[in-house]
C-alpha cells in the first residue's frame, strides 16, 4: 500500500539506484536454485577465495507492532510465535534458542566469539533513540542449529533476521 501511495517519490530512487523502472517495468522472480548454472571455472574461482557466505532476510509477524514502536507484550508474543517455529524444526534445522535474558556467561561468550550475538542498543545509538531497547533483553533472542549454519535473532531490528 505504501509503495502504491509514495510512488511518486519511491519510483524515481528505485530507478536512479536500480535502474529499474517500476512504472513500465516487471521484476520478475525465480527462485528455483536447479536453474543456477556454475562452471568449473567459476567452482574452482569461488572454491579459492570464499570461504563463507551470508544471506540476511528480515519478516516481521502479522498483528504485533515492530520493535521500535512495541511494547512489551507484543514483544514476548512475537517472541513466543518464534520459539514456536524454532522448536518444530527438525533434521539440518534443528537447533537451540537463547533468551537473551536467561544468557549464562558460557552461552554469551560463545556466541559473542560466534559473531552470533547482536549489539545492545545504546541511547546514542539508532535502534536505542528510536526505542528499540525498551525492556532490553526481555523478549529477545538468538536461534541456531546445530551445524551453526542457520541463525535467527528474535525482536531486534525486525521481529525475526533469519541469516
Do not use: M
Not at 35 to 49: G, H, I, P, V
Request: charged share 25%.
Amino acid at each position: 500500500e505504501c509503495f502504491e501511495l509514495f510512488k511518486d517519490i519511491v519510483y524515481p530512487v528505485v530507478k536512479g539506484w536500480h535502474g529499474f523502472d517500476p512504472a513500465t517495468q516487471y521484476h520478475k522472480s525465480d527462485l528455483d536454485a536447479s536453474k543456477l548454472k556454475f562452471s568449473s571455472a567459476q567452482a574452482k574461482k569461488f572454491d579459492e577465495y570464499v570461504v563463507s557466505t551470508r544471506v540476511r532476510a528480515a519478516r516481521n509477524i502479522s498483528g504485533f507492532s515492530l520493535p521500535p514502536g512495541s511494547d512489551e507484550k507484543d514483544r514476548l508474543g512475537v517472541e513466543n510465535v518464534l520459539k514456536q517455529a524454532f522448536t518444530s524444526f527438525t533434521g539440518e534445522l534443528k537447533g537451540t534458542y537463547y533468551p537473551l535474558g536467561g544468557l549464562s556467561k558460557e552461552d554469551e561468550d560463545n556466541l559473542q566469539s560466534n559473531g552470533f550475538l547482536f549489539q545492545k542498543p545504546g541511547p546514542a545509538q539508532l535502534l536505542g533513540a528510536a526505542g528499540a531497547a525498551r525492556t532490553w533483553p526481555d523478549g529477545r533472542g538468538i536461534f541456531h542449529n546445530a551445524n551453526k549454519t542457520a541463525l535467527a535473532w528474535c525482536n531486534e531490528e525486525d521481529h525475526c533476521r533469519i541469516i
